[in-house]
């Protein structure tokens, strides 16, 4: 018997974190896909341009500003859908790179509320939209710091076990519903403004990043990464996948050609 053809609600993905990097890159594959890709985050200007791109494309697109850390903002934002078939938590990033011992509490807490309390937000909200799909499928974008620390990272480190256990936690919750819960970690991905942003627009330190690193990811290899998982077999759940450039062991084994 040939599998049923998926429904209309089930090719809507939601990406948080659209405006640029991961989450644009994510969105332009997706919608390459065949989904209907709905574009989310603070910087109306960014995904209104991106929307309008993918359409140009052929594809469809549409764009919602959105602060994820905002819960009520994000329940009024899911009552338009009444099933959607992806949610891709996206929104995240670090700040800083202080030791614990003169770290900032502010920056700490930023984290957790973009990287852990976004995400919580955006998938409370949107489950049952997901399960009423038949077919859904919640996206985590970890990283590689979700799973083993570094010095000077402690804060952004936190932030991402947190998620990496609501996911987890999450796959073990909702077993047996069809939805499934897909993580995605990457390690070192240069983007225009994730090192940036996290050293305050230092452009000095955020070179430094990625300094003698030939070949960091790039958005477009991560949003690879995950366009693949989310297109598996419905029946087809990537736990956890750990994608990092060659160059790069471990989050402290880097090879540098300096």
């Given at each position: 018997?040939?599998?049923?053809?998926?429904?209309?609600?089930?090719r809507?993905a939601?990406?948080?974190?659209a405006?640029?990097?991961?989450?644009?890159?994510t969105?332009r594959?997706l919608?390459?896909?065949?989904?209907?890709?709905?574009?989310?985050?603070?910087?109306?200007d960014?995904i209104?341009a991106?929307?309008?791109?993918?359409?140009a494309?052929?594809?469809s697109?549409?764009?919602?500003?959105l602060d994820?850390?905002?819960?009520?903002?994000?329940d009024?934002?899911?009552t338009?859908?009444?099933?959607?078939?992806v949610?891709v938590?996206?929104?995240?990033?670090?700040?800083?790179?202080?030791?614990v011992?003169?770290?900032?509490?502010?920056?700490w807490?930023?984290?957790?509320?973009?990287?852990?309390?976004?995400?919580?937000n955006?998938?409370?909200?949107?489950?049952?939209?997901?399960?009423a799909?038949?077919?859904?499928?919640?996206?985590?974008?970890?990283?590689?710091?979700?799973?083993?620390?570094?010095?000077?990272?402690?804060?952004?480190?936190?932030?991402?076990?947190?998620?990496?256990?609501l996911a987890?936690?999450?796959?073990?919750e909702?077993?047996g519903?069809?939805?499934?819960?897909?993580?995605?970690?990457?390690?070192?991905?240069?983007?225009?403004?994730?090192?940036?942003?996290?050293?305050?627009?230092?452009?000095?330190?955020?070179?430094?990043?990625?300094?003698?690193?030939?070949?960091?990811?790039?958005?477009?290899?991560?949003?690879?990464?995950?366009?693949?998982?989310?297109?598996?077999?419905?029946?087809?759940?990537?736990?956890?996948?750990?994608?990092?450039?060659?160059?790069?062991?471990?989050?402290?084994?880097?090879?540098?050609?300096?």
């Open positions: 018997m040939a599998p049923a053809a998926p429904s209309a609600a089930s809507i939601i990406i948080t974190g405006s640029g990097g991961i989450g644009a890159a969105a594959q919608a390459a896909a065949g989904y209907r890709v709905v574009l989310t985050a603070r910087r109306k960014r209104e991106l929307a309008e791109e993918i359409n494309a052929g594809h697109a549409a764009a919602y500003q994820v850390t905002d819960r009520a903002a994000v009024e934002f899911a338009a859908f009444p099933a959607i078939g949610l938590n996206n929104a995240g990033g670090a700040l800083g790179a202080d030791p011992a003169t770290g900032d509490p502010a920056d807490r930023a984290m957790f509320e973009t990287n852990v309390i976004g995400t919580l955006l998938t409370q909200a949107l489950l049952p939209k997901l399960e799909s038949g077919d859904g499928t919640v996206v985590v974008v970890s990283s590689t710091a979700g799973l083993g620390t570094y010095e000077g990272g402690a804060g952004y480190v936190a932030a991402k076990h947190g998620e990496h256990v987890e936690t999450l796959r073990l909702i077993v519903r069809p939805v499934r819960v897909i993580e995605v970690a990457p390690g070192m991905v240069k983007t225009d403004e994730f090192a940036l942003t996290r050293f305050g627009g230092d452009t000095e330190k955020a070179a430094k990043v990625y300094q003698g690193v030939a070949e960091p990811l790039t958005a477009d290899d991560v949003a690879d990464t995950i366009s693949w998982a989310v297109t598996r077999p419905s029946h087809v759940n990537i736990d956890l996948l750990v994608v990092r450039p060659r160059a790069q062991a471990s989050n402290t084994k880097v090879h540098r050609e300096l």
